[in-house]
DNA sequence: AGAATGGATAGGCATTGCCTATAGGACATC
DNA sequence: GATGTCCTATAGGCAATGCCTATCCATTCT
């Protein structure tokens, strides 16, 4: 039983005659009488009487009927659903980021976004890289916004460069570098440091810097959140590094660029390489990189 | 979009693999390959993600498996509707008979008719023969029982012999001929006749009869019934000709057979040729034949 | 690194659905 | 009652297509 078939017994049914709905259905009539042949022998039952040169539905055809006619609405409800979903911009999107972004980098987009495509349904995941890319493995995360290049093997991830931030250095106001225009790590060789905790990429990323400079940082306190950590600063404890968009204006601590050009940390999308996306999931993808350059330099001057 | 890719893609997504799905439905994991891609063509949307060599339903996949079960289940319904309604004996038939077969001829049939297909739902139309051919025609009317030949062109109706019962002269009790084995109608030249209405085949029966023996008949009644037509004789008022099913026990009524061998009426199952009958209704025409030898001889002692 | 697994691709074959032409009945009209 | 018309059924040919085997390519496990 095919879907050709049930089109032609509801054509013929409707139109009175395998002629007349040959020409409704602009198929031969021979085409017709076979493939309801092939039908009635497939169920076992004349579906059709042949009476004179008329016709007429039988008892079962006439029972056979409204359920062709069904399977025939159902298959174009299927149908037009898909292309409904493929193609309006709505539903659910959930969107990835590392801590030592999402305070600084999702907000105003979440907010403009969500104004753009009011039907989008948005929730966002703060967890540190490796849970994400599980996360995104598993289908739970459909986009990431993360630091780049990813160390995984092979091009499991896709991803998109979104922006790339200078790194700071964040020392005491009173601190003898405090004025300079930037500073070298090497500078700062003795002085005690603040990190993020281990697991944060941000870390790695700093301590990567450290090493380009040849210094071996004397890590005196490990937090979550840059936040505590200037707060540490500003206290006189230490001295941190700090990426552009966790620059924060605070009274007892100061900002300097570091002079190392490549001191620097790239932020991405990331998708699963092969997951086709929704229009919403495309959609905020394209809404990152589009709007990625206004806020490169929103918060500079804190 | 066929029932197949439904099929398969249903499949895909239960076994969670291509390879999987190839080796359930017997089906070359190319062919599943090649039919999934073709309805991801059509739906302008893919419905599985390749991820690395697993799959993994779309969103939209997601939302699209639900209504191909349902297609698919609704598709089983609908054949097994059909192969349940042509093989249960069950439902509707309804049968037309002529009035002057009705009260002797269908009473029993139908009780043990009944008795035999409880399931089977039978209505009687009683009118004279071309309106009972009318309502074939119409398809309202499945089987007939009625004098026959028809005396209709060409093969429009099928007919199935039933019976071949004699005719009788019905006489008042004190004629003259009423003791004897037989009589011709040519004996009863001067007898006023009593006759059914035209419209009744039999009327056209006996008439036939009278003319085979060269006699015009003097009517001077007429009626719908034989019961009628009866007391009329019992009163003395003239003779009838009555077919062997409808003599009565009646004190002032003697019955003497015609002699003329071809004054009988046979009496046959009508249907409209090309149509299909249900299983009821062919079990119906079934039982017409093979109950009426038992029936022919029942009454004729009366 | 090598083997095994899973999906995609290529090419060939058989099926089949559609076509045109025509047969065969039934109906209408002259 | 013969003829033309209007149906559906049948026959035969062609092109589309669904399925197959063989193979490729990437991933994953040992």
Redesign the interface.
């Known amino acids: 039983?095919?879907?050709h078939q049930l089109r032609y017994f509801c054509a013929i049914a409707d139109s009175g005659g395998f002629s007349r709905a040959a020409r409704l259905t602009h198929v031969s009539q021979p085409s017709l009488s076979q493939q309801i042949h092939k039908l009635e022998e497939e169920?076992?039952?004349?579906l059709f009487?042949?009476?004179?040169r008329t016709i007429?539905l039988?008892?079962?055809g006439r029972?056979?009927l409204p359920?062709?006619r069904?399977?025939l609405f159902?298959?174009e409800?299927?149908?037009s659903?898909?292309?409904e979903?493929?193609t309006s911009i709505a539903?659910p999107v959930c969107v990835g980021v590392i801590p030592t972004i999402a305070p600084y980098f999702l907000p105003p987009l979440l907010a403009t976004f969500s104004r753009k495509y009011p039907q989008a349904h948005v929730t966002v995941v703060e967890e540190i890289t490796p849970l994400l890319l599980d996360r995104m493995?598993s289908?739970n995360v459909d986009v990431a916004v993360v630091a780049v290049p990813l160390q995984t093997r092979g091009h499991?991830f896709q991803s998109f460069p979104l922006i790339e931030e200078k790194l700071y250095a964040a020392l005491p106001k009173h601190h003898a570098l405090a004025k300079r225009r930037n500073v070298t790590l090497g500078e700062l060789h003795d002085e005690p440091f603040l990190l993020l905790r281990d697991g944060h990429c941000f870390r790695e990323t700093a301590v990567a810097a450290c090493k380009r400079a040849r210094v071996r940082p004397k890590i005196i306190f490990e937090s979550g959140q840059f936040s505590s950590i200037l707060s540490m600063v500003c206290a006189g404890l230490g001295v941190s590094i700090i990426p552009a968009m966790a620059l924060e204006k605070r009274p007892g601590c100061q900002f300097v660029p570091l002079a190392d050009g490549r001191a620097t940390r790239a932020i991405g999308a990331v998708t699963?390489?092969?997951?086709?996306l929704?229009r919403v999931q495309q959609a905020f993808l394209a809404h990152l990189t589009e709007t990625n350059i206004a806020t490169t330099s929103t918060n500079l001057e804190g």
């Open positions: 039983m095919e879907f169920l076992g039952a004349r009487d042949r009476i004179g007429r039988t008892e079962l029972a056979f359920r062709a069904a399977l159902d298959l409800a299927a149908r659903a898909v292309v979903g493929s539903g493995r289908g499991e699963l390489h092969g997951r086709s929704s």
